[in-house]
């Protein structure tokens, strides 16, 4: 019998094989692969399989699922921070400390980001920013990825790209920990405002007000999980 574990790590070795295709061939962002069929053939396996792993890429920006066209290498593939699609689901514990990893960064580059309004950044913000509030009425759950993205827009918002590229790292390392994050916050309504909130300090350019923003949602989110880690 197949257990969870098996799967989770057979995933993750399509996983790694996938990227491993990538490097070899030398293909770009934009450049097509093999086929999702053809990909479970070479690594011996059912399509499901093979699809579960390419989900796992994609939802890290590595591959591009294009329906009735194919699968393409994704813009993240181009990285010079690497995200690791490999690592095992992290406990409690460990979402505390990629919350702390990221109050550690993300107040002082919302201070960076006010000061410099690159306006790419925030057209991208405000994009993602709607698209979460018509998640959030509709109750759609895929907010978790774009909660992700508005802190990634955040970044952008800096006009630096390693800053950008460092912030997509740690968001997006435990992409699947992020989900659960959000599910243990529970509060999305909230978790959205406070989102705009930041959004606005960032338009008015006020960096201290927006470093202190984003350090209180961070901070916010921190006591909700521990608060959960303790009652359960």
């Known amino acids: 019998m197949t257990t969870p574990q098996h799967r989770s790590t057979l995933s993750s070795e399509l996983a790694q094989g996938v990227m491993d295709i990538v490097a070899e061939q030398g293909l770009a962002p934009g450049d097509q692969l ?9 690594f011996g396996v ?4 093979m699809r579960e792993a390419l989900r796992r890429l994609e939802g890290l920006g590595i591959v591009e699922l294009r329906h009735g066209s194919g699968l393409y290498v994704g813009a993240n593939a181009g990285r010079r921070v690497l995200i690791n699609p490999v690592l095992p689901r992290s406990d ?9 990893a990221r109050l550690a960064l993300e107040p002082q ?21 709607e698209e979460a509030r018509a998640q959030v009425e509709a109750g759609d759950d895929r907010l978790w990825r774009t909660n992700l ?3 990634r827009a955040v970044a952008a918002a800096t006009g630096n790209a ?20 959000l599910t243990l916050h ?7 405002g406070e989102h705009e909130a930041i959004r606005d300090l960032l338009v008015a350019g006020d960096a201290e007000a927006a470093q202190v923003a984003v350090a209180d949602h961070l901070g916010h989110v921190i006591r909700a999980i521990r608060s959960r880690a303790e009652s359960g």
Do not use: Y
């Open 149 to 151: 993205d508005i802190h």
């Open 109 to 129: 580059i919302a201070r960076i980001a006010a000061e410099m309004r690159d306006p790419a950044g925030l057209a991208w913000l405000d994009e993602v920013l």
């Open 162 to 181: 390693i800053l950008a590229e460092v912030v997509d790292s740690v968001v997006l390392l435990h992409a699947e920990d992020q989900r659960a994050i």
């Open 92 to 100: 409690l514990d460990q979402l505390v400390e990629l919350l702390e």
């Open 186 to 192: 529970g509060d999305a309504v909230e978790d959205f």
């Open 46 to 49: 059912a399509v499901p399989t």
């Open 34 to 42: 093999e086929g999702v069929k053809a990909l479970a053939v070479r």
